[in-house]
């Protein structure tokens, strides 16, 4: 039985229409806190079960005779690793087969902010004795390309990030790795660093957002603390502001680049090329 958290969320839910084709629909379990929200992949034949990443009995529940869970990542900023632990607490009480978690890139090493909360949560998954694999996720191009439409309508895509080269990569790539490690009869690798083939700068893609819209959409570096006033002025909450800004400027210094090659490999083609992304978002 393959288990997904977080199940309704825009990764899981790409996760399991990835693995619903690689194994049969009722080996897959979608754990979610709001079971009428995938009535869709119930209908499907996955199988559908309660879980809140604050409730450990939930958890219990949605993990019993699970043999791999994916645990995605909380989006609950500042209490993931509390969050994190009862998942993974509830997986070894299941004594599950493969416990995979949805980590960042360079977790180990990465100066962003957000990786601290990473780095805690793949600890407590080492210290729990568990079979394990991290996958370190790079910069979902998304990120960028889900806000477009403000640039186009600004004239111009604001940033933080200089001329750093940022290795980002669909969602839907991501989650095909995730359902190939899942799916896969093989042992997994315990660490794979996942990043997009090509990596560009905000400069690139305000260019070829430019060259397929036919309109002059020059890209805006601005200090930190600008961007991230910025950020909190068009009602972006501020710890998700803060992080989008120290992310930015991090970035400016290299920690979403990486030229490893290891998403692409591991999906056996190509990841999403940068005139790819601008063409679905714009679509």
Do not use: C
Not at 267 to 272: F, K
């Amino acid at each position: 039985m393959i288990i997904v958290t977080a199940a309704s969320g825009q990764l899981g839910r790409l996760v399991i229409e990835q693995l619903l084709k690689r194994v049969p629909a009722a080996h897959i379990v979608a754990a979610v806190r709001d079971v009428s929200k995938v009535a869709d992949l119930a209908a499907q034949g996955v199988q559908v079960r309660q879980a809140d990443y604050t409730d450990p009995a939930s958890l219990d529940r949605a993990l019993a005779g699970a043999s791999k869970v994916l645990l995605i990542s909380s989006n609950d900023l500042g209490q993931r690793v509390a969050q994190h632990r009862n998942v993974i607490d509830a997986a070894a009480r299941a004594k599950v087969g493969l416990l995979a978690y949805t980590s960042v890139l360079h977790a180990d090493t990465s100066t962003l902010g957000l990786a601290a909360e990473h780095r805690e949560t793949e600890a407590a998954i080492l210290a729990s004795g568990l079979p394990y694999t991290l996958l370190r996720n790079g910069w979902y191009v998304e990120n960028y390309t889900g806000s477009l439409g403000a640039a186009i309508a600004h004239g111009a895509l604001a940033g933080a990030a200089a001329d750093g080269r940022i290795a980002a990569a669909a969602r839907a790539d991501y989650a095909e790795a995730a359902a190939i490690v899942l799916a896969s009869a093989a042992a997994p690798q315990a660490i794979y660093e996942l990043a997009g083939d090509q990596s560009f700068t905000l400069t690139e893609l305000a260019a070829e957002v430019s060259r397929q819209t036919g309109k002059q959409i020059p890209y805006a570096n601005m200090p930190q603390q600008a961007y991230l006033d910025l950020l909190l002025n068009v009602g972006l909450p501020p710890a998700l502001a803060q992080l989008v800004a120290d992310s930015d400027a991090r970035a400016a210094h290299g920690a979403l680049d990486d030229n490893s090659g290891v998403l692409g490999r591991l999906l056996g083609r190509p990841t999403q090329t940068l005139e790819q992304a601008v063409r679905a978002a714009l679509a």
